[in-house]
């Protein structure tokens, strides 16, 4: 949403006699001086003899590394024949001392010291056309650090502090909840699944069309036209992944929650949260959904597939949305996990206490998780039509869990939705049998083997490791991370004209 500036307003205050104001860059306020010194031919010694200091003092101020009193100020500027005002001007001079300027900005900066390089010093024999050429090198370098500042290391970061931010919560936001009623309405809905219809409407009342093309840059979901008012999207469901309605609903969703360009790749995360969060809000609208889970904990009957089923989403859109919901509405804890047929954790969240794995940063996105968990046993299943169900006891205490696999275009991976044992008696599968037990993370559990087969087979094994891809591959940069922006320039450029 967008963010409110509450920052108090700037109060005016005098000036002490003996201080020039600092408003003025002192860069600019330096060339400046510099250039009426020169048109009037005038030498540093000369303009230091008429004002009374060194010449070497007015080199510093006229370089920007010392702010001159006001009283040297108002002698220079007689001295020169100017109005104190025409001094303090925040504009270069001209077009060579703003690239004089901002060369010696750029040369000062930690970004450039860390090169090693030496400066460049600006003299009168240096070529307007040099200076051009090293401001554009010291700005496409600025671009290239911004464009990657977001290190995986950051990522990680930032990822584990706002899913922390959202265990707070209890993973539910009632400001997004209230917009997607709002919207809810204005696209007619009333009751079921949400129709393609109803929100075609909500992106009508934003001043948006709906249009499905086949071109959609690779790099994209959706692209909007905000000039013609266009919201583009795919022809078909992204298998394993988004509908057409949760795709459209997450670009409605920029506008509705007022976002503005990430500034940061923690605020492109957050965005990615809040218009994940909408378009599940939508999809399955808080009034309608809490009556159905309310019922279906009476009768002891919760499950991901019949809620999932009542409202036509994807299973991990149902499993999700008990996430918004059963604690803030219904008392009840729990804990989702997307886990890949690799082991590897992909999403997680947990409010009962169940010892997700994490690495040294807190983060969890990459961990391994526990062979004897249900998100791991359910792949050993030979039915996988129906849901899975299993009690696992851990060093945090016993869980009860539902999974459902699934693929997609990543391969393999299961939809897990648990809860404390004592809770488990609110869900469908409750009876089941099946428990097991882990002792993670320590490696004795399933990371080590046996000692026998360690003996038998250590000396003549020699496995070659299948390295994920996406642990060495470059973190996603830009205003929008991952995002091809040539690619989606040109594709609006191509469609303007339809």
């Known amino acids: 949403m967008a963010d409110v500036d509450s920052r108090p307003p700037v109060i005016g205050l005098p000036v002490p006699d003996d201080v020039a104001p600092s408003s003025p860059d002192l860069l600019t306020l330096g060339r400046r001086i510099r250039h009426h010194r020169t048109q009037r031919g005038m030498t540093l010694d000369r303009l230091g003899a008429a004002v009374g200091v060194t010449a070497s003092q007015l080199s510093l101020v006229e370089n920007g590394h010392r702010e001159p009193r006001l009283s040297l100020l108002r002698a220079v500027a007689g001295a020169l024949q100017v109005d104190v005002a025409e001094l303090l001007s925040p504009e270069p001079p001209s077009r060579r001392a703003a690239l004089e300027i901002a060369l010696d900005r750029a040369q000062r900066s930690t970004l450039y010291a860390a090169t090693g390089l030496p400066t460049v010093r600006v003299t009168r024999s240096l070529p307007t056309e040099a200076l051009e050429a090293l401001v554009g090198l010291h700005a496409e370098l600025t671009r290239r650090a911004d464009a990657a500042i977001a290190t995986p290391e950051e990522a990680r970061r930032a990822t584990t502090a706002l899913r922390r931010w959202m265990r707070e919560r209890d993973n539910h936001l009632p400001e997004i909840e209230d917009a997607a009623e709002d919207m809810l309405r204005r696209g007619g809905y009333t009751s079921g699944a949400l129709t393609h219809r109803s929100v075609a409407l909500m992106a009508q009342h934003l001043g948006f069309t709906l249009i499905h093309v086949d071109d959609l840059p690779h790099s994209t979901r959706t692209v909007t036209d905000l000039a013609n008012g266009r919201i583009y999207l795919p022809p078909a469901s992204i298998p394993g992944g988004h509908g057409l309605r949760a795709l459209a609903l997450q670009a409605i969703a920029h506008r509705v929650l007022g976002h503005e360009r990430p500034r940061s790749y923690g605020d492109?995360?957050?965005?990615?949260?809040?218009?994940?969060?909408?378009?599940?809000?939508?999809?399955?609208?808080?009034?309608?959904?809490?009556?159905?889970?309310?019922?279906?904990?009476?009768?002891?009957?919760?499950?991901?597939?019949?809620?999932?089923?009542?409202?036509?989403?994807?299973?991990?859109?149902?499993?999700?949305?008990?996430?918004?919901?059963?604690?803030?509405?219904?008392?009840?804890?729990?804990?989702?996990?997307?886990?890949?047929?690799?082991?590897?954790?992909?999403?997680?969240?947990?409010?009962?206490?169940?010892?997700?794995?994490?690495?040294?940063?807190?983060?969890?996105?990459?961990?391994?998780?526990?062979?004897?968990?249900?998100?791991?046993?359910?792949?050993?299943?030979?039915?996988?039509?129906?849901?899975?169900?299993?009690?696992?006891?851990?060093?945090?205490?016993?869980?009860?869990?539902?999974?459902?696999?699934?693929?997609?275009?990543?391969?393999?991976?299961?939809?897990?939705?648990?809860?404390p044992f004592a809770s488990a008696s609110w869900f469908r599968g409750r009876e089941t049998r099946v428990r097991t037990r882990s002792t993670c993370p320590d490696p004795t559990c399933c990371r080590r083997p046996e000692p026998a087969l360690a003996e038998r087979w250590s000396p003549h094994a020699w496995p070659s490791a299948a390295v994920h891809a996406h642990v060495l591959a470059p973190l996603p940069s830009g205003t929008f991370p991952g995002v091809d922006e040539s690619e989606v320039f040109a594709f609006l450029d191509a469609h303007a004209e339809r």
């Open 268 to 419: 492109f995360l957050r965005q990615r949260v809040e218009i994940a969060y909408f378009a599940s809000a939508c999809l399955l609208p808080r009034t309608a959904a809490i009556a159905y889970l309310t019922e279906a904990k009476r009768a002891k009957n919760l499950a991901v597939e019949d809620f999932r089923d009542a409202f036509g989403v994807t299973h991990e859109t149902a499993a999700q949305r008990m996430t918004n919901l059963l604690t803030s509405h219904l008392g009840v804890p729990l804990h989702f996990m997307r886990v890949g047929d690799d082991g590897a954790l992909y999403k997680g969240y947990e409010n009962d206490g169940m010892p997700l794995p994490t690495d040294s940063t807190g983060a969890i996105e990459g961990q391994v998780v526990c062979r004897q968990w249900p998100a791991r046993m359910a792949f050993t299943q030979r039915d996988r039509t129906t849901e899975y169900h299993q009690y696992i006891d851990t060093p945090a205490g016993t869980y009860w869990a539902s999974t459902q696999t699934g693929s997609g275009s990543g391969g393999g991976f299961s939809i897990s939705i648990g809860v």
